[in-house]
């Protein structure tokens, strides 16, 4: 199992120099993957995405100029922010609720990976497959996969030791491997 | 094979194929709100951080919570800047509007000045056609920059009214056939009263 877990342990700062530069060019490097930790994290698109502002934000405003800015940091922002947002959706419930009747309607693209072509219905089962993950093991996963943080970071980013995110990280594979793969798995 | 090794082995297939899947680039607009968000906020710094859960789509929530001179004084400072640049693109279209349509690029003036050529210039000191060289209409988009709950204010007929207040940008895309663009970005403000029952 050590091939499993083996791979991006090391810390890997995002190196943000000063200026607004530098921000805007992580941005456009890191974007989708913050995106789609703040997809995970809320409702609907136009949340995901105000969250994303929000938590992008708070840490550009608050880090001073020369700072390394973790990638924990981030993630831990946008779940705070999303957390925050969560506590309002009851008191706008309604406006929420127009939100994704407008996503409906308008027929936003809502799929949380790039679409390439050849392997289109592959992906598509991967994503509806990570969907159907119980929340907790999807912010596990995608924290691990696509935000490339240490088992200790994700701990840290969600508030659980480092071995609970380790445990809920393999949960979510097995998971995975048996919603994509139901028969092979009873057999 | 070990049923254990195979196990093992299926999720480490299955992780490899996860890590091939790339998020889904971050949409344009979103970079461009951000970015407008970003330009809007002084920098980077150990003020005022954001109010948690605040639904604030790109200013400083802090900014609005400061006294009200201050906070005018930097609305006014935020939103000239974008109008001062949007008023230019419009002189700009304006004069190109005046122009003859044969495309002879004179303007007959009132006072007889006689005819005023206007003519555009490549880098390379070439002529430009004016009809080939035509911004269209291309993306309009309205972004909801952010919302204020004034509270309960006075009108001026002495009328009580809960005053919300919607700022938006409206960006509107143009482009010409040869690849460029121009966007015009133009600060909104709506502002809703409802009224309200005093005792």
């Known amino acids: 199992m050590a091939a499993l877990y083996g791979k991006n342990e090391s810390t890997c700062p995002m190196s943000i120099e000063s200026g607004a530069t530098p921000w805007r060019q992580l941005l456009a490097k890191e974007g989708g993957r913050l995106l789609l930790f703040a997809r995970q994290q809320t409702r609907s698109e136009a949340d995901a995405q105000d969250v994303l502002q929000e938590a992008f934000l708070r840490i550009w405003k608050s880090k001073p100029d020369s700072a390394a800015v973790h990638p924990g940091e981030v993630y831990t922002a946008i779940r705070r922010t999303a957390v925050d947002l969560g506590r309002q959706i009851d008191r706008r419930g309604l406006r929420e609720a127009k939100t994704v009747a407008m996503d409906q309607a308008e027929g936003v693209h809502l799929s949380w990976f790039d679409r390439k072509t050849e392997q289109d219905e592959r992906r598509a089962a991967l994503e509806s497959a990570i969907r159907k993950l119980p929340g907790d093991q999807q912010e596990v996963l995608i924290l691990k996969i696509w935000g490339n943080l240490t088992f200790d970071d994700i701990g840290k980013a969600l508030g659980l030791s480092a071995n609970t995110a380790a445990s809920r990280y393999r949960y979510s594979l097995t998971t995975l491997r048996r919603i994509l793969n139901p028969k092979q798995i009873q057999t | ?136 209409p291309g993306r309009t988009q309205t972004i909801l920059f952010d919302i204020i709950d004034d509270g309960i204010v006075w009108t001026s007929e002495n009328e009580a009214v809960r005053q919300i207040r919607y700022l938006f940008v409206e960006s509107v895309s143009l482009q010409n056939p040869d690849g460029s663009t121009l966007r015009i970005d133009t600060p909104i403000e709506e502002v809703f009263q409802e009224p309200v029952e005093t005792f």
């Not at chain 2, 999720?11 to 889904?24: D, F, H, K, N, V």
């Open chain 2, 1 to 136: 094979m070990n049923p254990q090794h195979e196990a093992s082995d299926d999720l480490s297939r299955l992780e490899a194929e996860l890590t091939s899947l790339e998020p889904e680039s971050l949409p344009e607009l979103l970079q461009e709100r951000i970015e407008l968000a970003m330009a809007g906020r002084d920098g980077p710094d150990q003020a005022d951080v954001a109010s948690p859960g605040l639904k604030s789509i790109g200013a400083d929530p802090a900014f609005y919570k400061s006294e009200p001179g201050f906070r005018r004084s930097r609305l006014v400072r935020f939103l000239l800047a974008p109008s001062a640049a949007a008023a230019l693109v419009v002189l700009t279209l304006a004069v190109l509007f005046l122009r003859d349509p044969s495309g002879n690029g004179s303007v007959d003036t009132e006072e007889g000045l006689g005819e005023l050529q206007i003519v555009d210039m490549e880098p390379d000191g070439s002529f430009i056609d004016p009809n080939v060289a035509t911004f269209s």
